[in-house]
């Protein structure tokens, strides 16, 4: 550097350095034009960031979504202008709705070019403001450290969420005064800052919960965030009060844990679970939003239980349901609280959850455990969970794509141990997430054993990201169900449209094929019995394989969702 500008950077270093500042190990991303000068700060800096090059923006900000989940780190992703800062934006949106902090940083044309035509001009704050927690444009240079400071503590604090910087090419090249550079270490991580419950509302709760006869918890993802499931088992066995959580909260209690109930809803609840609900005489809701699948459209918990409602943001409490206590806070705190507050209390009701769960559970493996060992073909999405229920160690990551796979896999996966080992996109649930989700999930958490499962529909909007698998040589095992249709549309045409099957339905493509020609160690199965050997082989591999299973479509399966039962 020279003497003149010992004390400056331009805003591409100092973007670089306010990312080391906060810690930051890894970035996705995706090269473009105005991206240059910030490609040409991390290459000639000295740096301990790697950053992984995708092939396309959207799984990059997927990927910055999974490794975000598992490190309990924002996750950093970023692009170009035009069109590689509208392909980011299906997993910004999927990411700030479930309460995971990613940064999206896209590059924009100069500032001095707006209005001009500029080629890939567009108005990238306004894109991006419906869709993020915080957002700007670093139009000043030396305004960039204290921009770049306010989105990760707008990420990391209160209900953490997105954000999104744009970075304009002559934003890049400006200078910056190297003093500006620094990073306040309690937003390196999430959640920060957290906000205390009010006491009085704590003690209302426990007034409650003391006199409750059946009551039954409901987490969502909220007690994962906020690491907060050694709380939640404490307030269980405290009340001997069932645990049930939504499809995103799978993890906040061990599903072999005696007062675990299983995912409850629409999307892998049973009617067992659901009759536990419906018979509560109190439900706590503990960060969740109790939306439309959790509550099978808002039917239960039935009109008029007794609701306490824990969550940080106050928004969600009392949107769906009328509360008796309402408790804006972190829920680990709160739930913290709660507990100290009923140990004070002389005696407590004992609520007969385990007896509760375990009938619950009882009645819906005795529906599974026969379809689980079915030798049909094409083969049962049952037999797949179990076969990888015998092969996956405890600790493996399992990420699910919202088709075929999440309502089999919340269903009928019990998982042994408590933690973010289950991931699946519930907040818009697009297709294409589950393989990019994974690489960012074994990126941040590279020793254990991750599974990406998807259908065939969602297989064709990822498989590029096959090559970027390859590269990196990730040992992370596809599961791919071959049925040859957009399935949730036509279990949703079968049992609602009078079987009318319009438009759903593609050609098979041999997905073995696709990804052996990436490099891809692949099996096809047909043969149920095949299951277990081909599997062991394909998740003991060192490097990236898939299994092609020929499975059974779900308009002809009986998939844990209620409406198509109905």
Not at 74 to 88: D, K, L, Q, V, W
Not at 212 to 239: H, M, N, R, T, Y
Request: some cysteine.
């Amino acid at each position: 550097m020279n003497a003149d500008r010992s004390n400056r950077l331009t805003g591409a270093e100092a973007m670089v350095r306010m990312l080391q500042a906060y810690d930051v190990s890894h970035i996705f991303g995706l090269c473009g034009d105005t991206t240059l000068p910030f490609y040409d700060a991390l290459a000639r800096l000295d740096h301990d960031i790697t950053h992984l090059l995708t092939r396309d923006e959207r799984h990059a900000a997927y990927m910055a979504d999974g490794y975000a989940r598992v490190t309990g780190k924002p996750g950093i992703c970023e692009g170009p202008s035009g069109g590689g800062a509208t392909y980011i934006l299906p997993g910004i949106v999927e990411a700030n709705e479930s309460s995971i902090p990613v940064l999206a940083i896209t590059t924009d044309v100069s500032t001095a070019a707006r209005g001009r035509y500029p080629l890939t001009e567009l108005d990238q704050p306004a894109l991006f403001r419906p869709l993020t927690k915080w957002n700007a444009a670093l139009d000043s240079a030396a305004r960039l450290p204290a921009m770049v400071r306010a989105a990760f503590r707008a990420m990391t604090t209160g209900t953490p969420g997105a954000a999104h910087l744009a970075l304009p090419f002559d934003t890049q090249k400006a200078p910056v005064d190297e003093a500006e550079i620094w990073a306040d270490a309690r937003h390196a991580r999430f959640p920060a800052d957290r906000a205390a419950p009010d006491a009085d509302a704590i003690r209302e709760a426990a007034d409650i919960l003391v006199s409750a006869k059946s009551a039954v918890a409901i987490c969502g993802g909220g007690p994962i965030i906020a690491g907060a499931i050694e709380d939640v088992k404490q307030l269980a066995e405290l009340l001997d009060m069932p645990v049930a959580t939504t499809v995103s909260g799978q993890g906040v209690i061990a599903e072999t844990d005696d007062l675990a109930l299983g995912v409850v809803g629409s999307n892998g609840g049973a009617p067992s679970t659901r009759a536990v609900v419906d018979g509560a005489d109190v439900v706590v809701f503990i960060g969740c939003r109790a939306g439309s699948v959790t509550t099978e459209r808002w039917r239960s918990p039935k009109p008029g239980t007794t609701i306490i409602h824990i969550d940080s943001d106050p928004m969600v409490i009392g949107a769906n349901y009328p509360n008796s206590v309402a408790i804006c806070a972190d829920a680990k705190l709160a739930l913290g609280a709660l507990v100290s507050e009923l140990e004070s209390r002389a005696a407590l009701n004992g609520q007969c959850g385990r007896a509760r769960a375990k009938i619950a559970w009882a009645e819906k493996l005795a529906a599974f455990e026969p379809l689980a060992a079915s030798a049909e073909t094409p083969i049962r999405p049952e037999r797949v969970v179990a076969a990888l229920a015998r092969n996956l160690d405890d600790d493996a990551v399992i990420v699910a794509d919202p088709g075929t796979p999440c309502p089999y896999f919340s269903a009928y996966y019990r998982w042994r141990r408590s933690g973010r080992n289950f991931i699946t996109n519930r907040a818009h649930g697009a297709l294409g997430y589950a393989l990019a989700a994974s690489m960012g999930a074994h990126t941040g958490r590279p020793g254990v054993k991750t599974v990406a499962v998807m259908g065939d529909g969602s297989f064709g909007f990822c498989c590029g990201e096959y090559e970027t698998i390859t590269r990196y040589r990730m040992p992370i095992t596809s599961i791919v169900f071959s049925n040859s249709t957009y399935g949730w549309i036509k279990a949703g045409q079968d049992s609602g449209f009078g079987k009318r099957f319009y438009n759903v339905d593609f050609n098979r493509t041999d997905h073995a094929a696709v990804a052996s020609a990436f490099g891809v160690k692949s099996w096809r199965v047909e043969n149920p019995d095949d299951l277990d050997g081909v599997l062991a082989e394909a998740l003991a591999h060192d490097g990236p394989t898939l299994v092609d299973v020929i499975a059974q479509p779900l308009h002809e399966a009986a998939a844990p969702v209620s409406e198509w039962v109905a």
